[in-house]
């Protein structure tokens, strides 16, 4: 990992652990703790403080399915090119639509908790992330969806199968979106073909500094696939001129000195 980035990462850890009591308040359901593991998850979970409510804005006008979609201004761009993109290629077979965007920890923490009647909370956090370790809090994760749905019984599965999915692994990293939860991720989190998140086409795209700061450490230890590289461009200038050579020195006489 290239200095900076190993920078960026204690950095981001050095964080993690002193907010680490405020967050696991935040891990609570029916009065109920969760316990924090050695490298800082929760239940296989990252911790994601929630994005200021001024840097969100709404995404284009017919994206969202269902609830408002509002996501980071900067991540505007990128998404309504890949959505032109998208539309203009027959292949995709119909319309990438927003079904989940910016997920505010209070409204994580009422899905999560509403969950709890279908298994324990290790159960609930392989496919509904604890609150305060959402990608959907930061603004920069979106879920994809199909329009019109395929209507299948298994989600993943049914939306692997379509051509939107084939179309976004092939193109979405054009666009600066990388997908989160590949199929059998070391993190342990269920396989999410829709979860995608934007860390810009590069490192010096606006705003991209900041996105891949705050997935610095699930992009090192849980790499995406399709990710997108850290790559640090070096530009050489011009060579500089190759150095004269010196005359050799001539020999002096030493003078005879008293004695």
Known sequence: MPVLGAMLVRLFLATVLVAAPAIAAAQVCDGNGVARSADGRILGHLPYGDVAEGDLIDAPEGFSVGQRCMIRREVLPDLMHLLDAARGDPAVMGQLRGLSCHRSIGRQSAVFCREGSKGDAADRAISV???GHSEHTTGYAIDFAVRPSPN?????TCMAATPAY?????NATRFGFEQSFPISNRQ?????????????TTRTAPGAARARFVF???RSAFPAN???ADLIAITVGS??????PMPP???????????
């Open 239 to 244: 060579q500089p001129a190759p150095p004269v």
């Open 216 to 218: 610095a450490r699930a």
């Open 188 to 200: 342990t989190v269920k396989w999410e073909p829709w979860h995608w998140r934007w860390v810009g």
């Open 249 to 259: 020195a001539k020999p002096t006489k030493r003078k005879a000195g008293r004695r």
């Open 226 to 228: 399709p990710g997108i």
């Open 129 to 131: 992330a604890p609150p």
């Open 152 to 156: 299948c019984p298994d989600a993943e």
């Open 166 to 170: 084939r179309w976004l692994l092939a």
